[in-house]
């Protein structure tokens, strides 16, 4: 662990992603789970809604489920933090079997990449030997049907690269030094991982932020664009602070509102015609707009 202070943020964003997934476990309803989860702090609110999107997942799956769970918590105020719960959901399915997995068909086709997201962090935190160190890439991932799910590994990928910010304690030189070590075609996406990573979650310093931004080279397209992400999910739920800004300022040279607003710009009406789906062209959108604004440089 870098340090001190690092290891304390990374337990209490632990700490608190647990204290979510128990108060929705345990309440009889979304709307109870929600009166507690708006009493954390803004800084880590998020992570707890992020649990509780996990345990609604799993509550969903069992036989006597309401099978209302995620969708009743995102028609309340869970809506706000619906990037996060949908990363929750990912965990959600990295502990359940397959066939309790919930349909695709269900949740919001743009978004859904998300699940993966959550998904891949679950794996790559828990599993570092087979998805870190031994790179293992879920190439034939079985989740969503349809014409884009050969794009699930790479959505799994950013969620690995974020998991990354924590298993290397936002230490910039191991968080890079893992990256460096998969294959030149993973890179991009485990960048987008971590600068949303560093940019949610924090733990870096400004210089620290600004060696990240060097090191990824090539890759300061994607990791900003993770950062925009990074703001687009804290600015919708109300919950950016300093950290936000400084590490927006450092990748996007951008405040996280422009940053959210660059995000919502860019952002897919509907369905487009190709082999990527929505999800990856708005991505493309947002680092490609980065760079025509001047805010960051292949």
């Not at 803004?42 to 036989?63: K, Q, S, V």
């Not at 030094?177 to 987008?192: C, G, I, N, T, Y």
């Not at 919708?236 to 602070?241: D, H, I, K, N």
């Not at 897919?268 to 490609?288: F, K, S």
């Amino acid at each position: 662990m870098k340090n001190d202070e690092a290891r304390e943020l990374l337990e209490r964003i632990g700490e608190t992603f647990l204290r979510g997934y128990a108060l929705a476990a345990e309440a009889r309803t979304p709307a109870e789970a929600e009166e507690q989860l708006e009493e954390i702090p803004p800084r880590f609110r998020g992570f707890a809604y992020e649990g509780a999107g996990m345990a609604f997942t799993i509550l969903d799956a069992l036989p006597f489920g309401s099978g209302r769970g995620v969708d009743g918590f995102l028609r309340g105020r869970g809506n706000a933090h619906i990037y996060m719960i949908y990363v929750g959901i990912g965990w959600g399915m990295a502990r359940l079997p397959r066939f309790l997995w919930p349909k695709s068909a269900t949740l919001d086709p743009l978004l859904l990449w998300l699940v993966h997201d959550g998904y891949g962090f679950h794996q790559a935190y828990f599993h570092t030997e087979r998805y870190v160190t031994q790179q293992f890439q879920d190439s034939g991932f079985p989740w969503p049907a349809g014409r884009n799910r050969g794009y699930a590994g790479r959505a799994i990928d950013q969620g690995i690269g974020r998991a990354l910010w924590f298993v290397g304690g936002t230490d910039v030189e191991k968080v890079v030094s893992m990256v460096e070590k998969f294959p030149r075609a993973r890179r991009a996406d485990l960048f987008s991982g971590v600068g949303l990573a560093a940019t949610y979650a924090g733990g870096g310093a400004e210089d620290e932020l600004r060696e990240l931004r060097e090191r990824a080279g090539h890759y300061r397209p994607q990791l900003a664009q993770g950062s925009v992400f990074a703001a687009e999910a804290r600015v919708r739920a109300g919950l950016v602070v300093p950290h936000n800004e400084i590490a927006t300022q450092v990748f996007c040279g951008s405040t996280p509102e422009q940053a959210a607003r660059l995000s919502l710009d860019t952002r897919p009406a509907g369905a487009v015609p190709g082999v990527l789906p929505a999800y990856e062209m708005w991505r493309q959108r947002v680092a490609d707009q980065l760079i025509s604004l001047g805010g960051v440089s292949p």
